[in-house]
C-alpha cells in the first residue's frame, strides 16, 4: 500500500510559478513509475508528467518546456516544478504511483491560474 500526499497549490497570476510536491508513505526507489495528472472541470483527467525510477521523464505537449518533474528518492517526494503557468493550467493536479500492477492516487491539490 502506498499513501500518496501532494501540497503546493493555489491561486497564481498568468505568467508565475508554482512547484507541487507528493509525499509517499513508503520508499520510492524502486517504484517504476510516478506521474503528475490533472483534470479540469467538465474534462477527463490527463497526464501531464511522468518520472521512471531510472530518471527517465515525459511531459504532454501542452506543458512542455513549462514544467518539469523530479524526484528525491531520500525524501520519498516526486516534485512538478510549473512556470510560466497560464489559465488553461487551472486543474486539480492529482500525484500518481504505479507499483506492482496497482495505481495509487492522492487526494489532489488544487491549481488555480487567474489574474
Known amino acids: 500500500q502506498v499513501q500518496l500526499v501532494e501540497s503546493g497549490g493555489g491561486l497564481v497570476q498568468p505568467g508565475g510559478s508554482l512547484r507541487l510536491s507528493c509525499a509517499a508513505s513508503t520508499s520510492i526507489f524502486s517504484i517504476p513509475f510516478m506521474g503528475w495528472y490533472r483534470q479540469a472541470p467538465g474534462k477527463q483527467r490527463e497526464l501531464v508528467a511522468g518520472?521512471?525510477?531510472?530518471?527517465?521523464?515525459s511531459f504532454a505537449d501542452s506543458v512542455k518546456g513549462r514544467f518539469t518533474i523530479s524526484r528525491d528518492n531520500a525524501k520519498n517526494t516526486v516534485y512538478l516544478q510549473m512556470n510560466g503557468l497560464k489559465p488553461e493550467d487551472t486543474a486539480v493536479y492529482y500525484c500518481n504511483a504505479y507499483l506492482y500492477s496497482t495505481t495509487y492516487w492522492g487526494q489532489g491539490t488544487q491549481v488555480t491560474v487567474s489574474s
Open positions: 518520472i521512471t525510477s531510472r530518471g527517465t521523464t
